[in-house]
C-alpha cells in the first residue's frame, strides 16, 4: 500500500497520560498536515509541514500538543497530559507541492478515558 | 481565518434522483475547493475539486460549480446510487495550504 498510513489504529489511554502518534505520508510528498475530526464533525486543522519545516499551527493546537517532521519524511504528533477533550480522530494528510490534493490517512482513533 | 458553510446536514433521496450540496465560503482569497466523501469509519477521500479560475467541472456523474462573486459553491451528484450513501465535506484552501471543512452532509440514497 504506497498511501498515508497512520500507526496506531486506535490508542485508549487514561487522563494525564502521554501519547504519541505517527504518519506516513505517500513517498516523495513534501507537504504533511494533521486534523482532527470529533463525532459528526469536519475535519479541523491543526498543523502542516513543508518538508521538515513547520509553517503553520492553529490555535486549537494548546502547548500540550507537538509535532515533528525531522527528516521531512514521516511525522509524530505527540499530546501531553491527555484530557477527555482530547477524545477524537486524529488524520493525517500528504500532498505534493505545488498540487493542491491532500491525501488522507485512515486516521487514529484515541479515546481518554 | 476562512470559515465554510456547509447545508443541508442531512439528504435523503430516492435512487436515481440527484442530490445537491451547498457550501459558502467567507475568504475571498480561497482559490482551491475540494469535494471529500467520507464513509463510516474510513479517511476521506477526493471525489472532485475546482479550482478559482473554473466556473464548473464534471467527472461522470458528479459536478461541482463555482460563484466567486458570491462566494459560493455546490456538489451535484445525478442518478443517485445506494453507493453514494456516504458523509460529503466542502472544503476551501488558499495557495495549497491548510483546508478548512464544511460541517458535513449526510447523504442516504434510499433503493
Known amino acids: 500500500d504506497t498511501g498515508v498510513s497512520q500507526d496506531p489504529r486506535h490508542k485508549i489511554t487514561k487522563r494525564g497520560q502521554n501519547v504519541t502518534f505517527r504518519c506516513d505520508p505517500i513517498s516523495e510528498h513534501n507537504r504533511l498536515y494533521w486534523y482532527r475530526q470529533t463525532l459528526g464533525q469536519g475535519p479541523e486543522f491543526l498543523t502542516y509541514f513543508q518538508n521538515e519545516a513547520q509553517l503553520e499551527k492553529s490555535r486549537l493546537l494548546s502547548d500540550r500538543f507537538s509535532a515533528e517532521r525531522p527528516k521531512g519524511s514521516f511525522s509524530t504528533l505527540e499530546i501531553q497530559r491527555t484530557e477527555q477533550g482530547d477524545s477524537a480522530m486524529y488524520l493525517c494528510a500528504s500532498s505534493l507541492a505545488p498540487q493542491e490534493t491532500q491525501y488522507f490517512g485512515p486516521g487514529t482513533r484515541l479515546l481518554v478515558l | 481565518g476562512e470559515n465554510v458553510e456547509q447545508h443541508p ?103
Do not use: M
Open chain 2, 9 to 111: 446536514s442531512t439528504l435523503s433521496v430516492q435512487e436515481g434522483d440527484s442530490a445537491v450540496i451547498k457550501c459558502t465560503y467567507s475568504d475571498s482569497a480561497s482559490n482551491y475547493f475540494p469535494w471529500y466523501k467520507q464513509e463510516l469509519g474510513k479517511r476521506p477521500q477526493l471525489i472532485i475539486d475546482i479550482r478559482s479560475n473554473v466556473g464548473e467541472k464534471k467527472d461522470q456523474r458528479i459536478a461541482v460549480t463555482l460563484n466567486k462573486t458570491a462566494k459560493h459553491f455546490s456538489l451535484h451528484i445525478t442518478e443517485t446510487q445506494p453507493e453514494d450513501s456516504a458523509v460529503y465535506f466542502c472544503a476551501a484552501s488558499k495557495d495549497y495550504q491548510k483546508v478548512t471543512f464544511g460541517t458535513g452532509t449526510k447523504l442516504q440514497v434510499i433503493p
